[in-house]
């Protein structure tokens, strides 16, 4: 799929661009249809700092909802093939879909044991971290914050996976 021109971005109707942009925060179009109202954006950093407050702007039970809605790095929904197809191209460029046992083992339980004190899935931009070795500590890391900080951070890293992912579909010369 080409990547948009700002031109084109711009030109847009609000249904394309909900379309095009649905998924740059995992399973809540509600990001992209809240944006589209914004069009036309001066630039691809504009439009991406608009996703990024719209985010900031929520409540926190809503904060909380999206960040339930990201799959387990390398659970069962990736075994069932169940993930949407930006969580399985990056679980893929990391390897997470290719562990051994032992490996896979390891990131399952911490991911259980993250969830059981958070309340949702440990949430990374896995193509920053971009080795499975950095995802492992980081996770190991993190599950020592309090509640309050591990929001804090998961909602950044929903920031970093939305930014790549609108990078992925506009043409960002």
């Known amino acids: 799929r080409p990547k948009l021109t700002l031109q084109q971005l711009n030109a847009l109707s609000p249904g394309e661009f909900h379309k095009t942009f649905e998924n740059v925060i995992e399973c809540w179009p509600e990001a992209a249809i809240f944006c589209s109202a914004l069009l036309p ?3 691809f950093a504009t439009m991406i700092a608009a996703f990024q407050s719209y985010l900031e702007r929520l409540p926190a039970e809503t ?3 999206i960040l339930r809605l990201y799959p387990d790095l390398a659970g069962k929904m990736l075994d069932t093939n169940q993930l949407s197809e930006d969580s399985t191209n990056e679980h893929a460029s990391v390897g997470l879909d290719n562990l051994s ?3 896979k083992k ?3 339980d911490l991911n259980e044991s993250y969830k059981a004190k958070f ?3 440990f949430v990374v931009c896995v193509r ?3 080795k499975f070795e950095v995802i492992l500590r980081s996770v190991s890391e993190r599950i020592h914050h309090t509640v309050e900080q591990e929001l804090e951070i998961a909602l ?4 970093k996976i939305c930014r790549l992912r609108i ?3 506009v043409d960002n010369l």
């Open 119 to 121: 309340g949702f899935p």
């Open 167 to 169: 990078l992925q579909l």
């Open 156 to 159: 950044e890293e929903v920031k």
């Open 63 to 65: 904060k909380l909802k």
């Open 101 to 103: 046992p032992e490996d």
């Open 128 to 130: 920053e971290a971009s």
């Open 106 to 108: 390891k990131l399952t």
């Open 41 to 43: 954006f001066k630039s």
